[in-house]
């Protein structure tokens, strides 16, 4: 017999899809650890750019920690039942490793490696094992133990890197990164139990689209964060009071973009589909390229407000243009998923960025900005074109009808 008070931890078919103050109160923590990523990025940004690159993979093994950190917290609150106390304790728990986190990250490849690791470890390898420890002897024990079991693994090189020469800790900690991601991938397969796959996993998928939509507009806010904070820092000039107009105004077409119909209806993709744990993973990896191009672009924020003008550095483009470039990509991946198309817009706004690039160099950073904020308005204008006059849209996914496998058989296969 299933165990009642296992049960009652998770989350009913007929519950809130809205997320609540709990798990808002945890997404702020968030905004501070955006930054951090950011300022890592800032101060490489003047390297050459064979240093630059390394700093950007650097900071991309700290901000994919934080990022499935974020995600499982996200889909344990979308599976279990977010007004539970030990489910409160495990978010609250998660909010304070993630912070800690957060303030070890700027340092976190030299000085501050092992508070970084500690904290995520115990994050990872804690929260499940507390929610099967919670759950008793429901069927469903065996999901966080998955977890916790894959993350025990991907443990060794962690700390492996901690304690390793500095020239090795990057490598072990891909290593680590590439087992805790293959483990979310694979389903978290263990001996005799065999993997948890996507396919079927049910979830709350109204709640889950709210929560990644919330996370956008924590990337845009962290944004915001830049662009006042390194204007609010300088002498108000005219000219990098253009720079801070065109930053925000750059940000306000990135929302517009987003949000235009496929946005929207993320929501309603996911209520629709046969197999929710697939499109929801699908979307998953979506926004995560979505917020990496939202981050790198409030990196050129910063740097064009700081040297509005001048001969700009040839690797500022990355942020410059390859921040809207990726957001771009991401955009016309979550096209696709949502309706079975890219749209040319979102494609010629990213050929335009491409082809215009090596132009770029010969400017100053301000015209940068100012050439990508007229790319992306033509996107913004060309989206609005194409939809004046016509019905609302309904989403037409590939992934809409995948394999039966998200059943109500297979309800508890989620994380």
Known sequence: MTDQRGEQLLRPEVSSTRATFLELFFDLVFVFALTRVSLRLVDGAGDSAAGLAAEIVRTGVLFLALWLLWTITVWVTSRYEPERSVIQFVVVGSMFGAMVMAVALPGAFEERALPFVLAYLAVMIGRPSVVAVALRRHPRRTVPLRLAAWAALGAVPWLAGVFAPEQLRLPLW??????????????????????????????????????????FLISLGESILVIGLTYSGMAFTADRAGAFTIAFLTTALLWRIYFHRAGHLLAEALRVARSPGRLGASVAATHLVVVVGVLSTAVGYELVIAHPYGRIDPTWLFFVVGGPAIFLVGRARFEYEIFGRVSWSRSGGLLALLLLAPALVLGSPMAAQAVVAVVLAGVALADAWRSRGRAPEIPASPLLHGEAGGGGGDFHQAP
């Open 174 to 215: 891909v290593l680590a990164l590439a087992v805790d991601g293959t483990g979310l991938v694979l389903g978290w397969p263990l001996p005799r139990l065999g993997p948890a796959r996507a396919s079927g996993w049910l979830i709350a998928g109204e709640h889950l689209a709210d929560r990644y939509q919330q996370i």
